[in-house]
């Protein structure tokens, strides 16, 4: 199964994997053969991507990859309704008034599932639109935050904290205009004075509502604070963070990072990856930098790539903590031409073989198309 970008989509290709809208509704079921009609409406949905079958790929010779998330679809789904409820009611109504009990049972759910794949890597495999972004972003902060806390054991208890304030982190939006949430462009020095207080909003909210934490309020107050001082809303830096915080504070920088949005194209994973990599005792402490990247495969499977001797391969699977050195299967020769029997390689055991870049849906399409 291979991610395609949705500029390269073709009429014929198969589905590999459902995909969902930002209700949870199916939009088309894993098998379905794409038509104009679906390609136009994944478009106008700003789906970024979606994963194919390779065997329906005009001219492809590329094995299938199988891609997997560290979190079941329909648990996925669930959060999600879940966190997009919370936030619509609290709109509304301008109060949180969710039994926290129902929250923590999503959390609970997240850190069984987490902890039977344990030794899953995050693909980035998850597909959403441009009108579901924060809900979905919510839900991966919290799969993300609860990934890193169970890489520094915490319990289950010090989890469902985590995951909770991760899941409501951005609760404080529901009060920042619509017109400054979406708008396309810079914000003004005006409109990102108003954008920063949802982290006040946040705080404020769940701190009035029964049943929750103080360190519930303080994540959603410190999520975009830096270690050295330079976040925001209050500038606090090294041990005013809470270490809670920032396990949440890196787990968005790194969803934002790599997703699309209204003002910028997503980072691939891999330059994402390295951005946090330097953040150490900068953005967040360097141990809890470590322990979130430990979970993230820097390039996800199915990744097209360009090795240091200029053979092509696609990436398999990442080793636990290996996040750049991957398991690839080698499909190209340096002189680009396809080889009879591919060769997989796992990059941890080489030590003169790397990853040199990345290649676009449109590069390989074109390498297939010139083996004539």
């Known amino acids: 199964?291979?991610?395609?970008?949705?500029?390269?989509?073709?009429p014929g290709m198969k589905i590999g994997r459902t995909i969902y809208g930002a209700r949870g509704e199916m939009l088309i079921r894993k098998?379905?053969?794409?038509?104009?009609?679906?390609?136009?409406?994944?478009?106008?949905?700003?789906?970024?991507f979606v994963f194919i079958d390779d065997e329906s790929a005009p001219g492809t010779v590329?094995?299938?990859?199988?891609?997997?998330?560290?979190?079941?679809?329909?648990?996925?789904?669930?959060?999600?309704?879940?966190?997009?409820?919370?936030?619509?009611?609290?709109?509304?109504?301008?109060?949180?008034?969710?039994?926290?009990?129902?929250?923590?049972?999503?959390?609970?759910?997240?850190?069984?599932?987490?902890?039977?794949?344990?030794?899953i890597m995050v693909n980035?495999?998850?597909?959403?639109?441009?009108?579901?972004?924060?809900?979905a972003h919510s839900v991966n902060v919290c799969v993300l935050a609860l990934m890193t806390g169970i890489t520094l054991e915490l319990d289950?208890?010090?989890?469902?904290v985590l995951g909770v304030g991760a899941l409501l982190h951005d609760l404080g939006k529901v009060k920042v205009p619509d017109e400054i949430l979406n708008k396309p462009g810079t914000l003004t020095k005006e409109e990102f004075k108003i954008m920063k207080k949802h982290?006040?909003?946040?705080?404020?909210?769940?701190?009035?509502?029964?049943?929750?934490?103080?360190?519930?309020?303080?994540i959603a107050c410190q999520h975009h604070e830096c270690y050295n001082g330079s976040g925001y809303p209050l500038g606090i830096k090294e041990n005013e963070f809470n270490e809670f915080s920032q396990i949440v504070a890196i787990s968005d920088k790194f969803d934002a990072l790599t997703a699309n949005r209204?003002?910028?194209?997503?980072?691939?994973?891999?330059?994402?990856?390295?951005?946090?990599?330097?953040?150490?005792?900068?953005?967040?402490?360097?141990?809890?930098?470590?322990?979130?990247?430990?979970?993230?495969?820097?390039?996800?499977?199915?990744?097209?790539?360009?090795?240091?001797?200029?053979?092509?391969?696609?990436?398999?699977?990442?080793?636990?903590g290996l996040s750049m050195f991957?398991?690839?299967?080698?499909?190209?020769?340096?002189?680009?031409?396809?080889?009879?029997?591919?060769?997989?390689?796992?990059?941890?055991?080489?030590?003169?073989?790397?990853?040199?870049?990345?290649?676009?849906?449109?590069e390989v399409q074109s390498l297939l198309e010139s083996q004539g």
Request: aromatic share 8%; with cysteine; hydrophobic share 35%.
């Open 262 to 320: 209204v003002y910028r194209n997503a980072f691939p994973p891999h330059e994402a990856y390295e951005m946090c990599a330097a953040s150490g005792n900068f953005w967040f402490k360097d141990h809890i930098v470590k322990a979130f990247l430990h979970n993230i495969a820097a390039y996800p499977s199915g990744t097209f790539i360009e090795l240091n001797d200029r053979r092509v391969a696609t990436v398999i699977d990442t080793p636990k």
């Open 62 to 119: 590329i094995p299938k990859i199988v891609v997997k998330d560290v979190i079941a679809d329909q648990t996925r789904l669930a959060a999600v309704q879940q966190v997009k409820n919370i936030l619509l009611e609290t709109k509304e109504s301008g109060r949180l008034v969710i039994d926290p009990q129902t929250v923590y049972k999503t959390v609970n759910n997240f850190t069984d599932e987490l902890l039977s794949s344990s030794s």
């Open 199 to 218: 982290t006040y909003y946040g705080h404020e909210l769940i701190q009035r509502a029964k049943g929750f934490e103080d360190t519930h309020a303080l």
């Open 156 to 160: 289950k208890k010090e989890l469902g």
């Open 326 to 362: 991957p398991r690839v299967r080698v499909l190209f020769n340096k002189n680009r031409r396809l080889l009879s029997a591919p060769q997989e390689i796992p990059l941890s055991e080489q030590s003169d073989l790397y990853i040199s870049r990345s290649l676009s849906t449109k």
């Open 31 to 48: 098998g379905v053969e794409l038509t104009p009609g679906h390609i136009r409406k994944l478009a106008q949905l700003e789906v970024s």
């Open 124 to 135: 980035l495999v998850e597909l959403r639109s441009q009108d579901d972004y924060t809900f």
């Open 1 to 10: 199964m291979g991610k395609v970008n949705i500029s390269s989509l073709e």
